[in-house]
């Protein structure tokens, strides 16, 4: 079951895969709902009721507090979907937040039980079924007959836009810069090096700057947050990492704007700060306009396209505070708000507490937490599972032994 969580990533490829781009309709279903990412998340919480998981003791262990903004919570995404304007997106959407919830609680109680024998291995398992998403996206590239005519913006390769490779590139890169900081062998630190190196690729040779930045920050928390990142060894990781990416991503180039250093290259001179953001700004400042609308309870799960027709052709507002504002108004921001940042401390006080094994989950988490500022990475399910996973590893590790005197 791990083997499935670890290597979704390929999986959802081989379930999209159609380089010709004549998509059948299990096909796009697949990609327009994630389907392989739900159904393995479903397999997950069968696993963990099978081995004694209860969700109601688990969730009354949480404080009455945290209770009642939960329920809060959920009472105003049901209330929403139902006067939602496109009822069924929201539907879809907010069974995909419950079993995302679902499926954190579940591998919390596994890696405390069935999979507590993981430590070592699991972010190793994660950095290959990212890497092998990489060689399918070689692949499929290889694969393409007629190029002229192949729609490279969105791409399609467990993507419904080449941006999206970014969400699979920060999670993996994130976790082979953490084995790297973490390695004791050589062997083991050159691949974990080499693993980001590819994965870096994939950033360079996508356009996908986001990525780039958001391993870059997540690399900086670490060496403030956690003391066993605080080696030579990681910071030439991350340097090695990344020129070496810039040069790999060289050895092909895509037949379109959107792709590759010089892309990257471009936006990053912008001198206009709606420019560098590439409408972003402009983008949340008419998500505003639909929030003064609806200021209390929102609009529903995914209803951006109908909250902010001028954007319509987005499924969210590529800022998760917007996104939560847009979707469940001030009243399930509040509860949301107060609920992460609980949630978000208790995994940093985790991680600074722990030892050199929880460098790869914060480094994965903190990675696509920041990509979530401007991207979608809590509104598609691959990072938005990553996230929740890593949470519940942190969160399931025992603490270091302290000896007496030490």
Same mark, same amino acid.
């Given at each position: 079951m791990w083997l499935l969580v670890a290597l979704a990533p390929f999986l959802f490829a081989l379930a999209s895969w159609n380089p010709s781009g004549e998509r059948r309709i299990g096909q796009a279903l697949a990609l327009g709902l994630s389907l392989p990412i739900t159904l393995i998340e479903l397999l997950v919480i069968v696993l963990a009721l099978?081995?004694?998981?209860?969700?109601?003791?688990?969730?009354?262990?949480? $404080?009455?507090?945290?209770?009642?903004?939960?329920?809060?919570?959920?009472?105003?995404?049901?209330?929403?979907?139902?006067?939602?304007?496109?009822?069924?997106?929201?539907?879809? %959407?907010?069974?995909?937040?419950?079993?995302?919830? &679902?499926?954190? &609680?579940?591998?919390?109680?596994?890696?405390?039980? %069935?999979?507590?024998?993981?430590?070592?291995?699991?972010?190793?398992?994660?950095?290959?079924?990212?890497?092998?998403?990489?060689?399918?996206?070689?692949?499929?590239?290889?694969?393409?007959?007629?190029?002229? %005519?192949?729609?490279?913006?969105?791409?399609?390769?467990?993507?419904?836009?080449?941006?999206?490779?970014?969400?699979?590139?920060?999670?993996?890169?994130?976790?082979? &810069?953490?084995?790297?900081?973490?390695?004791?062998?050589?062997?083991?630190?050159?691949?974990?090096?080499?693993?980001?190196?590819?994965?870096?690729?994939?950033s360079c040779w996508s356009g996908t700057r986001g990525s780039l930045f958001a391993v870059f920050a997540a690399f900086a928390a670490g060496l403030v947050f956690l003391p066993s990142m605080r080696n030579r060894r990681a910071v030439v990781a991350l340097v090695i990492a990344h020129i070496g990416g810039a040069l790999v991503s060289l050895l092909h180039q895509a037949p379109h704007a959107f792709y590759g250093l010089w892309r990257i290259s471009e936006t990053a001179a912008a001198t206009g700060a709606d420019e560098l953001a590439t409408g972003r700004l402009r983008m949340w400042a008419a998500s505003f306009d639909a929030i003064?609308?609806? $200021?209390?309870?929102?609009?529903?799960?995914?209803?951006?396209?109908?909250?902010?027709?001028?954007?319509?052709?987005?499924?969210?507002?590529?800022?998760?505070?917007?996104?939560v504002l847009v979707q469940w108004g001030m009243v399930g921001f509040m509860c949301w708000l107060v609920l992460a940042g609980w949630l978000g401390w208790r995994f940093l006080a985790a991680a600074r507490a722990g030892g050199p094994a929880l460098v790869p989950p914060f480094l994965v988490a903190a990675s696509l937490a920041t990509m979530a500022m401007y991207e979608g990475a809590l509104y598609h399910p691959y990072p938005f599972m990553m996230v929740v996973l890593a949470l519940a590893f942190v969160l399931a590790s025992p603490p270091p032994i302290q000896l007496r005197g030490h």
């Open positions: 099978a081995s004694g998981f209860e969700i109601r003791r688990t969730l009354g262990a949480m $404080p009455a507090w945290a209770k009642l903004l939960l329920a809060t919570l959920l009472a105003v995404a049901i209330g929403t979907a139902l006067t939602a304007v496109i009822p069924a997106r929201a539907w879809i %959407r907010t069974a995909q937040l419950a079993i995302h919830l &679902l499926f954190g &609680l579940s591998a919390w109680h596994l890696f405390r039980t %069935r999979w507590a024998g993981l430590a070592s291995s699991a972010w190793w398992w994660i950095t290959i079924g990212t890497c092998l998403y990489v060689a399918m996206v070689a692949a499929w590239v290889f694969a393409v007959h007629d190029e002229p %005519r192949f729609d490279w913006k969105s791409f399609g390769l467990a993507v419904g836009h080449i941006r999206q490779t970014g969400f699979y590139s920060a999670a993996g890169a994130g976790a082979a &810069l953490g084995l790297a900081a973490i390695a004791r062998s050589r062997s083991g630190y050159a691949l974990a090096v080499a693993a980001a190196t590819l994965l870096v690729a994939l003064l609308e609806r $200021p209390l309870f929102g609009w529903g799960e995914s209803q951006f396209l109908v909250a902010v027709p001028s954007w319509g052709q987005f499924n969210h507002p590529h800022n998760i505070l917007v996104q």
